[in-house]
């Protein structure tokens, strides 16, 4: 979609970058959907906080319409086709449309003692890849009937190098998020729908992670970072924001690293 006037609306003075935009965001009962999910909310978008935490992601839906926005809670598991399509089908029946679909949830492959369990593979792929597959399969066919929308993929830094402490089925789903996002980018341009990826560095723990939570773990993975501390969720959430948005009309198939310069290193 192009950008015009009429997407750009004002609350009192600063500039509603989501305006009349409706958005889901899978993973926001916490950390960076959580804070992504707000910060829509300010910028005038309708928000759908999809999760599998009702009560957690109840609580955000709070704070989004406390602080004068628009959201509504979805129980997802975004492993499961037929809770997708129920999510979805809510949303258009709330807000009449999709533009915007942040695939977000995901769970931590540092939690793990040994690195080569095959179930540990599984389900790490079913909700980090196959998770993101499926909201993108459902974001395309709504998006197709808008004429265009945006969806702004959860990669990782792990999505393009190993890590020592990390369950490779990690890497490996964050590296599929990273090229599935070029698949949709390359596919569905034509219907004027961008896909882009957001590569997070070190950054507050994960509900799940294990290791990489771990006081002295972070301590060694910090000097590795060249701004030389770990990020803040509010920082991927700009960037999510930025590729959501229209002022990103023209950005598809890119990868946005918020890492500190970590991968630059
Ligand atoms: N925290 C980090 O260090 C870091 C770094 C790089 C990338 N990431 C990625 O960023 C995203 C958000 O991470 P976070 O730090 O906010 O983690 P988090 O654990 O705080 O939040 C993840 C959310 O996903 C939800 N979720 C998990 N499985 C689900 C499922 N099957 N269906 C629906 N929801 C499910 C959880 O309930 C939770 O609310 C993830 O994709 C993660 O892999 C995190």
């Known amino acids: ?7 750009v609306a004002t609350k009192g003075n600063s500039v509603m970058r989501l305006e009349n935009k409706v958005a889901i965001v899978s993973g926001s009962a916490s950390g960076m959907g959580a804070a992504t999910a707000r910060r829509f909310g300010k910028e005038g978008a309708k928000v759908v906080v999809a999760d599998m935490l009702e009560a957690e992601g109840r609580a955000v839906v709070k704070q989004i319409v406390d602080a004068g926005g628009t959201a509504m809670f979805c129980a997802l598991n975004v492993t499961e086709e037929a809770s997708w399509a129920a999510c979805v089908a809510a949303c258009v029946a709330a807000y009449g449309r999709l533009d915007i679909m942040v695939n977000n949830a995901g769970i931590s492959g540092s939690a793990v003692n040994d690195l080569l369990e095959t179930g540990i593979w599984d389900r790490i792929m079913a909700v980090n890849a196959t998770g993101v ?67 997070p560095g070190l950054m507050p723990p994960m509900r799940t992670s294990g290791a990489t939570a771990d006081p002295t773990v972070r301590a060694k993975m910090l000097r590795a ?20 948005s229209d002022e990103a009309s023209y950005i598809t198939g890119a990868e946005l690293y918020v890492d500190g310069g970590y991968l630059a290193a």
């Open 225 to 244: 970072v060249p701004l030389g501390r770990n990020g803040e969720i509010d920082e991927v959430a700009n960037a999510i924001l930025f590729l959501a």
């Open 1 to 7: 979609m192009a950008p015009s006037e009429a997407n």
């Open 133 to 199: 597959f499926l909201g993108t399969k459902f974001a395309v066919e709504q998006m197709q009937k808008n004429g265009g929308g945006s969806i702004v993929n959860l990669s990782s830094i792990s999505g393009l190098v190993g890590q020592t402490m990390v369950h490779m089925s990690y890497n490996a789903s964050k590296g599929a998020v990273l090229t599935m996002t070029k698949s949709t980018a390359v596919q569905f341009g034509k219907d004027g729908i961008r896909a882009n990826t957001v590569h």
